[in-house]
């Protein structure tokens, strides 16, 4: 995106609405038995997002949700984290990106749904060692369908060209598939509904080292709420994958003091990639 906004603080939520949307089951009850590979394969890759987005709500504090750790609990039990780096081996055999996308056609998970030209997937090496995560589409990213090809775009083209790499031997995706209005920070229920495909999109590429660019990307991928000015020049264990969040190329556009900071970080990339820094 074009700009670069912090989290809105945590909302509380009524005891009404709380009472209205929190179901606790009594007793955990086994999961059901599909019939096919394939219906297994889907069910439990359902509950495994069912329960990411839970959790990401209640980290985040929407209005009117708070999930009771008994029923987050069962969800657990349930789920074989297909949609997390570690996945089974038949997942990762069969599932690509292009399968991801395929799901994500015509996606109507959120209200972004409403003002969105096109889907913004992502692109690159699918096999890319290194990812980047940005927020989520602005203006030009809306109209082209591309990831990063506006004027903060432009810029993070450049960092990568500096890093000795090009767009094509990298990845480049977002938490968020479409454009908020007016390129406002993602509402966590937004969050919410594409973070379990980010997660897929992720264990697909297997990449060695993921760049989160922002708050938003950190502090997805974190499940944190600390800024980014305290998140970057180091890295972070998700999933048993390097992650090192730094700052937005758009953040950059308004403060290019700042951009001697993103280039330390990113030379520690390059030396965990094996790269020369010089």
Not at 95 to 103: A, P, Y
Not at 145 to 172: C, H, N, Q, W
Not at 209 to 222: E, K, N, P
Request: glycine share 6%; charged share 30%.
């Amino acid at each position: 995106m074009t700009t670069e906004t912090q989290h809105p603080g945590e909302a509380e939520s009524s005891t009404q609405s709380t009472q209205s949307t929190q179901s606790t089951p009594s007793t955990a009850s086994p999961a059901p038995s599909p019939a096919s590979p394939s219906d297994r394969k889907r069910f439990y890759r359902l509950t495994a997002d069912i329960s990411n987005q839970l959790r990401f709500l209640a980290d985040s504090g929407c209005p009117g949700f708070d999930p009771s750790p008994e029923a987050l609990d069962i969800l657990k039990k349930w789920e074989v984290k297909p949609t997390s780096h570690k996945r089974t081996k038949a997942e990762t055999e069969t599932e690509t990106l292009d399968d991801i996308q395929r799901e994500l056609e015509d996606c109507r998970r959120c209200a972004l749904r409403g003002g969105r030209s096109r889907i913004v997937f992502g692109e690159g090496d699918p096999n890319a060692r290194l990812v980047f995560v940005g927020e989520g589409p602005g203006y030009d990213e809306d109209r082209q369908g591309r990831p990063f090809v506006g004027e903060a775009g432009r810029l993070l083209t450049k960092i990568i060209e500096a890093m000795g790499e090009t767009r094509d031997s990298v990845y480049i995706c977002n938490v968020v598939k479409c454009r908020p209005p007016e390129n406002r920070t993602p509402e966590p229920d937004e969050t919410a509904a594409c973070l379990p495909f980010l997660n897929r999109q992720l264990a697909a590429i297997q990449p060695d080292v993921i760049c989160a660019l922002g708050a938003v990307a950190a502090r997805a991928l974190l499940k944190t709420d600390r800024p980014i000015s305290r998140l970057r020049g180091r890295f972070h264990d998700r999933d048993g994958v390097r992650l090192m969040p730094t700052f937005h190329p758009a953040f950059l556009l308004r403060n290019p003091d700042r951009k001697r900071e993103v280039w330390e970080d990113m030379k520690k990339v390059m030396a965990a990639m094996g790269q020369k820094t010089d």
